[in-house]
């Protein structure tokens, strides 16, 4: 059953057949090699530990006291070893049916919920973990090799990850239906400030390149109300209010009816992406590349609509 696999030295394992069967010839039946090859390895081992291990008898082969006391300690360790074999084993059949992500707050609020629903549907036996972090804080955790894939808004490459899928994710305008805005096609960010903003911390994405928009062009505004959690922003939305968003993120307040969300027409506020990542080098398993499909499927969904909305 390769009990006697290569944790120990090949006279180590040698030693330990003709310990357990009291012979060499039977220890090489065992062993599948010929009987001189065993008497020469036991002969190795006696000759590096300094002391003789066995006795040889006309009936086959005795311990010594030394030689029962190595017998003693190799198969403890014996034992110790086959135990963490059979937890790896474990933990790589529970890998094998588990996937982490990591991704950005923004997702988290119900795009993300409702692949992992459908997935759940197709995968009964998933474990499916999600953990939602700053934008730095979810490469981290990809780095670390706390998940296995990671969602999140990127303007630049980043070492040490593989892209699996990039798309453009502009920042968009979100209003309510009867908004003043919502009746235009795109806006301008001179547009926007003149209005409340709703706006999620200065270290997301949207919110660094709408602030290099405005001071490219010398405007200033001061928010109405600015969160952490941009999970929170859409339902405070008034009448008047405008929230910083991706398409995704508005898509079902825009699909129901109750919100629009509007392409800028500055360049930097085109420039963002939307990418599914991975740790460079490693080789996902089956099921992780199957909800890295799926995830890719949902964002391309979407994605359609977000360029022909940008590119009018």
Known sequence: MGTHFSLFSLPLRYFLEVARTGSVNQAAMRLHVVASAVSRQLAKLEDSVGVALFERQPRGMALTAAGSRLLAHLSAQEAQALGLVQQLQDLAAQQAQQVRVACTEGFAASFLPRVMSAFRHDHPSVQLQLQVAEPQDVSALLLRGDADLALKYSVAPEKGVQVLHSAVAPVHAVVAAQHPLAVQKMVRVADVVAYPLLLGGSSTTGRQLFDLSCAVQGLRYVPAME??????????????????????????GVESGRLKALPFEEAQLQQRRIQVLALEGRQPSALVQQFAQALVSAIEQYGKRKVVRRRR
Do not use: H, I, K, M
Not at 232 to 252: H, M, Q
């Open 227 to 252: 969160s952490n959690f941009s999970s929170a922003l859409l339902p405070l939305l008034g009448e008047r209010d405008v929230v910083l968003a991706s398409y995704l993120t508005a898509a079902e």
